[in-house]
């Protein structure tokens, strides 16, 4: 069984050819693809793909915990394969999203004794590449 097919079992999710595939798509590129942009991705590869098929899967992906629904872009719906805690920040010019890595016990108050099962974090603005083109 490869790393994918293990990552998936490991969530609880029926690896599938599809599944297997969508997993990879996330994992191999961490530019937060709409669901969209992962079926144009992969149609080729899998040609009985469908868009149901990847937003079904996207949609058991995020229930299972196997990656991250990310709601920084009011437009798109946007995935993540990178599920270990971190923020977000997205480029109100160019719209690119980046990871942050943060450590995100700094943002709970001091005495918070609660259990935290999700956190989300984003940060908007202007990235460095259109901040240097614009100045």
């Given at each position: ?26 994992k ?11 079926f144009e991705a992969?149609?080729?590869?899998i040609?009985?793909?469908s ?9 058991l992906?995020?229930?299972?915990g ?24 997205r ?14 016990e700094?943002?709970l ?12 974090f ?7 590449d259109?901040n240097?083109?614009n100045n």
């Open positions: 069984m490869d790393t994918t097919s293990q990552y998936l079992s490991g969530y609880g999710i029926r690896p599938s050819v599809q599944r297997i595939a969508i997993m990879r798509y996330l191999s590129n961490r530019t937060h693809p709409t669901a969209d942009e992962i992969l149609r080729m590869q040609p009985t793909l868009k149901t098929t990847v937003y079904n899967t996207l949609k992906f995020v229930e299972q196997a990656a991250i629904y990310i709601g920084i872009d009011e437009k798109n719906a946007r995935f993540d394969g990178y599920v270990e805690p971190h923020a977000h920040f480029c109100k010019i160019c719209g690119k999203i980046i990871d942050l890595e943060m450590n995100m700094d943002f108050p001091r005495d918070f004794r609660g259990q935290i099962d999700e956190s989300y984003y940060i908007k603005g202007i990235c460095e259109c240097r083109k």
